[in-house]
């Protein structure tokens, strides 16, 4: 099994994997006084957002680490979604069509943390899982199973 290390310097070759995931907490607070909102750097480091919590991070969070301006929330979270390559959320859409693309399932894999997970690359867990789709869970659940 790779090294930790190791998985981050495959992903990084990857130009799929945005390169945001591995940032640390002062790479998000120097981005963040980038976009202009310098005001901002603190919260992003006294909340320790990292690149894997910066992926997940969405406008309904934001208050809650201390940036309460919407205006500045949607330009953030904007810039989010292009530094992470996720399309703006389709508000309409179906609850039967899959709800992430094959990045987003793969960015939410690695907003956890666990020996596998980051020792688990973008191009391996596609190799596991060659096509993996949302599916419910399977479980039973409000099943009505027959009486003896």
Same mark, same amino acid.
């Given at each position: 099994?790779?090294?930790?290390?190791?998985?981050? /310097?495959?992903?990084?070759?990857?130009?799929?994997?945005?390169?945001? &995931?591995?940032?640390?907490?002062?790479? /998000?607070?120097?981005? /963040?006084?980038?976009?202009? !909102?310098?005001? +901002?750097?603190?919260?992003? &480091?006294?909340?320790?957002?990292?690149?894997?919590?910066?992926? !997940?991070?969405?406008?309904?969070?934001? *208050?809650?680490?201390?940036?309460?301006? !919407?205006?500045?929330?949607?330009?953030?979270?904007?810039?989010?979604?292009?530094?992470? +390559?996720?399309?703006?959320? !389709?508000?309409?859409?179906?609850?039967? /069509?899959? *709800?992430?693309?094959?990045?987003?399932?793969?960015?939410?894999?690695?907003?956890?943390?666990?020996?596998?997970?980051?020792?688990?690359?973008?191009?391996?867990? +596609?190799?596991?899982?060659?096509?993996?789709?949302?599916?419910? *869970?399977?479980?039973?659940?409000?099943?009505?199973?027959?009486?003896?």
């Amino acid at each position: 099994m790779a090294s930790a290390q190791a998985t981050i /310097v495959e992903d990084l070759k990857d130009k799929r994997v945005p390169s945001a &995931l591995y940032w640390t907490t002062e790479h /998000v607070a120097d981005w /963040v006084e980038e976009l202009g !909102f310098p005001q +901002y750097k603190a919260c992003i &480091l006294t909340n320790l957002i990292n690149g894997r919590k910066l992926c !997940f991070l969405h406008a309904s969070s934001f *208050p809650r680490i201390g940036i309460t301006d !919407f205006e500045h929330i949607k330009i953030i979270s904007k810039n989010i979604r292009d530094l992470i +390559y996720l399309e703006e959320p !389709f508000w309409n859409r179906s609850i039967a /069509v899959p *709800p992430k693309n094959n990045l987003g399932m793969y960015l939410e894999l690695k907003s956890h943390t666990g020996k596998t997970i980051d020792t688990t690359t973008f191009k391996q867990m +596609y190799q596991n899982n060659p096509d993996p789709k949302w599916q419910p *869970p399977l479980s039973n659940q409000c099943l009505i199973l027959p009486r003896d």
